[in-house]
């Protein structure tokens, strides 16, 4: 086991400090906290960060009435190493899962039962905690389990290769498998966001006296590309030309992750952003209408960039906005994301932030509001004072990504600067490439050779930033093979 994990598996740190007046001597006095994940929501998804072919007004009237971040990133370009960084508190190159591993016939690598998760840090200190929507960092009954990472409530998809799909076979609540008995075959008779969504609104009805945690991880409006009729014919036949998707409508791989056939697929990605938009406004309505909206933070983003899946198509809806790529990049396009963060008489309305922050941010910020514990090793700061406008905002030496598919991808980013690196598993010294967001956020300029020794800088800081994992899946060459970049020997 290597140093970094097991300083991380020791016995929690000293307490962080609780600020700004918040107590943790009663457990009514702690906030709850709604963390709603959406699943594959380009930065330009959203019409409060520039999207113009559909609307989301529950999400901007949140933005109005809180906080906008526009320099909030993921934990990774994909799905289960973002998640891993969110629950863990570390960024890709320390946490346990760093790429998307497939265990059949459901679920993926495990969280191994060592690894702290934030909501077993909320557990301790008297939060109720439920997770609702899509899992995907442990096989049903491992030790990655949503039960056994913290979660008293658990309901959805466990694993993402299922969580494709809208009108599954079978969701589980907590350990118990629940079929859907309205889907059997090619049926399509439960749309299951909707079903989850009304098990959200209850947990936090039936917690409402007690201090809560409340994780949201949606599938919408990642592929396949399926809504509700009620909000389809809000768009058919307005978003033009239509984009006619064939996929895989029967045979042994139905509903086992291949996505299924979409004619409609421009009005269908609309219509499920509209419905989710829609949830977060029921979500936000719920503790307004139960008393305990100033008592609440809810937060929204997105798991990573814009998806290319399933007839999503990104480029007639600008998904990406002005950045570079979308999801498996690790240009801004795959790991940039929309963030909006609410909680009246908390945080100021009508704020946009542009702290640099990412998922790993989460944890230790959960933990300055509650009282809660931090391992000893944490890749994350607190946000709490920019959330709060209170106290002195740490900002971070560097944030740093790496991908372990299409031949591995290595990211950094010191204050404007970013450096990203692709083919990293199959070149160990492949070039470089610099660019200073300040002045050129869509990467499109190269500036390497211009700028040698902020490269060189940076290259030292990619050799630095991770540990070997001891999963082979999740190694490149072995980190002496990162050579500092050397303007003209590429």
């Known amino acids: 086991m290597d140093t970094f994990r097991s300083l991380t598996s020791l016995l929690f740190a000293s307490l962080v400090l609780v600020q700004s007046g918040f107590s943790s001597e009663r457990k009514s006095e702690l906030p709850n906290i709604i963390y709603i994940l959406a699943d594959d929501l380009g930065y330009g998804d959203l019409s409060c960060f520039g999207q113009e072919k559909f609307e989301t007004p529950n999400i901007d009237r949140m933005a109005r009435e809180g906080m906008l971040f526009t320099q909030h990133y993921s934990g990774s370009s994909v799905c289960a190493p973002s998640r891993s960084s969110l629950m863990t508190g570390l960024h890709t190159g320390h946490t346990q899962v760093r790429g998307n591993k497939e265990i059949q016939p459901e679920g993926q690598e495990p969280l191994r039962g060592e690894w702290v998760t934030v909501a077993e840090a909320l557990q301790e200190v008297g939060y109720v905690t439920g997770a609702f929507g899509k899992w995907g960092l442990g096989f049903p009954g491992s030790e990655g389990d949503p039960l056994n990472q913290g979660f008293d409530v658990f309901y959805g998809f466990n694993c993402q290769r299922l969580g494709h799909h809208y009108y599954p076979h079978h969701l589980w609540d907590n350990d118990q498998k629940v079929i859907l008995e309205k889907n059997a075959g090619n049926k399509t008779g439960t749309y299951a966001p909707t079903i989850i969504h009304d098990r959200t609104l209850e947990f936090i009805e039936d917690n409402k006296d007690q201090p809560f945690f409340c994780y949201v991880p949606s599938i919408i409006p990642h592929a396949e590309l399926y809504a509700p009729e009620e909000y389809m014919e809000k768009y058919r036949g307005k978003l033009l030309p239509e984009l006619d998707y064939d996929g895989v409508d029967d045979g042994p791989t139905f509903r086992q992750g291949p996505y299924g056939s979409q004619p409609e697929s421009h009005a269908a990605f609309a219509a499920m952003i509209d419905l989710l938009d829609h ?83 989460m944890y230790p910020t959960f933990a300055a509001m509650t009282g809660a514990k931090v391992p000893a090793e944490i890749d994350g700061l607190s946000m709490l004072p920019t959330l709060l406008g209170d106290g002195q905002q740490e900002q971070h030496k560097y944030l740093y990504w790496e991908f372990h598919e299409k031949g591995g991808r290595v990211a950094l980013r010191k204050g404007d600067w970013k450096a990203v690196r692709y083919n990293v598993a199959t070149k160990p010294n492949s070039p470089m490439e610099l660019y200073n967001l300040a002045e050129d956020i869509g990467e499109t300029r190269n500036v390497a050779s211009s700028y040698p020794e902020i490269a060189r800088d940076l290259a030292k800081l990619i050799k630095k930033a991770r540990v070997p994992s001891d999963e082979p899946k999740f190694n490149f060459p072995n980190p002496k093979d990162y050579k500092a970049y050397d303007a003209g020997k590429k």
């Open 279 to 361: 949830q977060v406004g029921e979500i936000r309505a719920k503790v307004e209408e139960l008393g305990i909206a100033e008592n609440t933070l809810i937060i929204f983003t997105s798991d990573n960039g814009a998806h290319r899946e399933g007839g999503a198509d990104p480029d007639y809806f600008n998904s990406s906005g002005e950045l570079r790529g979308t999801k498996r990049d690790l240009y801004e396009g795959g790991i940039r994301v929309p963030m909006v963060a609410y909680w009246p008489g908390k945080v100021a309305a009508g704020q946009t932030s542009e702290h640099i922050s990412a998922f790993w941010d």
